[in-house]
């Protein structure tokens, strides 16, 4: 049995967030999602360990990236739990438990900007990963 980390996560566990957040990015990147942030945010929120942020130019685009990225971590075995603003394709939540990915149209980008609200967050820089 594996020890637990700090934040109660075993070491496996941890290591399939980062493999995740790596599926994730890269499917983002092949639906040309833009402007991605990864924030580690597992010291300043209980969550999320992990928040993806990423625009795109439209709401097709938009559902387009929603449906990549939940098909790339449903293939690691990780199932989205809850999602939120699919129908109105303006800001896209997709709650995978540990990680949260944000999918925003350039304005709503612009005007929640979430990078700000969360900015005790550590950014992660997908070379990194």
Not at 79 to 105: K, N, P, Y
């Amino acid at each position: 049995m594996s020890e637990k980390t700090a934040n109660g996560m075993t070491k496996e566990e941890k290591d399939l967030q980062r493999v995740a957040i790596k599926a994730a990015y890269k499917a983002i990147d092949e639906k040309f999602g833009y402007d991605v942030v990864i924030l580690d945010v597992s010291e300043v929120s209980i969550m999320a360990e992990y928040f993806m942020i990423a625009t795109a130019n439209s709401p097709s685009q938009l559902k387009a990236i929603t449906d990549a990225v939940d098909t790339e971590l449903h293939k690691l075995g990780i199932t989205l739990r809850h999602s939120e603003g699919v129908q109105s394709a303006r800001w896209i939540l997709l709650d995978f438990g540990g990680i949260v990915v944000h999918l925003f149209c350039k304005e709503d980008r612009e005007y929640y900007r979430l990078e700000r609200i969360w900015g005790d967050a550590k950014e992660i820089k997908p070379e990194d990963l």
